[in-house]
C-alpha cells in the first residue's frame, strides 16, 4: 500500500493564482481531511469528507474549497491564493471497518505539501 | 472542547538515555494517537492507543482512558528520534476534528 499520497510535495504561487492539491489513499478509508499546518503550531482542519460526494467545512475553510468525487480522492482548491496561504498542507484518511467489524479511526497522514504564496 | 496537554514541553536527551512524554486530557478520549513529527516535517503514525499498551521496538504507549492521561516512553533514544511529538485527540463517531496537543519538541544528541 502507498498509503496516503499528496501531490505536488512544492509549490510557489504568486498572489491571486489557482491551484488544485490532490490527495490519494488507498486503504479503502471513508474519511479524508485536509489540514494546514503553520510555524509552531498543531494542525487546522480546512474541510473534510465522510464519504464519497459528500464535504463539509472544517475550522479555517475561507478561501479553499473542496471535492470528492471518487472515494480514494480528495482535492484542496485554492481559487485566488493569497500570501496568507503560504503554509504546509496535511492529507489525511481514516475510518476503516475492520474483518472483525469493529471500527477502526487510526488517521493515516500523507507527506505534505509546502505551499509559498509570495 | 477537550484540552490536551503535554509535558515537557522541551527535552533534551544523551543519545541511549531513556525518556517518558506524558498527555493529560481533560474529558473522556475514546481515540487517541500519537506522533512524531520528524525535522522534514513527516507526520509518523507511532500508536493508535484508545486504551492499553502496545509496543513498538523502542517504543511503547500506555493509555489510561479512566484516569485521562496517556504516556510514551522512548528506551534507548537515538538521535532519529528528534523532533516534535504529538498527543492527539481523534475524530470518532460524530466528531470529526482533531484535538492536538502542543507537542513535546526532543533533541537527541550524540
Known amino acids: 500500500n502507498a498509503g496516503v499520497t499528496q501531490t505536488p510535495k512544492f509549490r510557489v504561487l504568486k498572489t491571486g493564482q489557482s491551484m488544485t492539491l490532490l490527495c490519494a489513499q488507498d486503504m479503502n478509508h471513508e474519511y479524508m481531511y485536509w489540514y494546514r499546518q503553520d510555524p509552531g503550531m498543531g494542525l487546522r482542519l480546512i474541510h473534510y469528507s465522510v464519504g464519497e460526494g459528500t464535504t463539509a467545512k472544517g475550522e479555517v475553510p475561507d478561501g479553499y474549497n473542496v471535492s470528492r468525487l471518487k472515494k480514494q480522492n480528495f482535492l484542496l482548491g485554492l481559487e485566488s491564493a493569497a500570501p496568507s496561504q503560504t503554509s504546509v498542507y496535511f492529507c489525511?484518511?481514516?475510518?476503516?471497518?475492520?474483518?472483525?467489524?469493529?471500527?477502526?479511526?487510526?488517521?493515516?497522514f500523507g507527506p505534505g505539501t509546502r505551499l509559498t504564496v509570495t | 472542547g477537550i484540552q490536551v496537554e503535554q509535558s515537557p514541553p522541551d527535552l533534551i536527551l544523551q543519545e541511549g538515555a531513556n525518556s517518558t512524554l506524558r498527555c493529560n486530557f481533560s474529558?473522556?478520549?475514546?481515540?487517541l494517537q500519537w506522533f512524531h513529527q520528524n525535522p522534514w516535517g513527516q507526520l509518523i503514525n507511532l500508536f493508535y492507543?484508545?486504551?492499553g499498551t502496545k509496543q513498538n521496538g523502542r517504543l511503547s504507549a500506555t493509555t489510561v482512558a479512566t484516569e485521562r492521561y496517556s504516556l510514551l516512553y522512548i528506551s534507548s533514544s537515538q538521535t532519529t528520534d528528534s523532533g516534535v511529538y504529538f498527543c492527539?485527540?481523534?475524530?470518532?463517531?460524530?466528531?470529526?476534528?482533531?484535538?492536538f496537543g502542543k507537542g513535546t519538541k526532543l533533541s537527541v544528541i550524540p
Open positions: 474529558d473522556s478520549v475514546n481515540n
Open positions: 492527539v485527540r481523534t475524530p470518532g463517531a460524530g466528531s470529526y476534528q482533531l484535538t
Open positions: 489525511a484518511s481514516s475510518l476503516t471497518r475492520e474483518a472483525s467489524l469493529a471500527l477502526s479511526y487510526e488517521q493515516y
Open positions: 492507543i484508545p486504551s
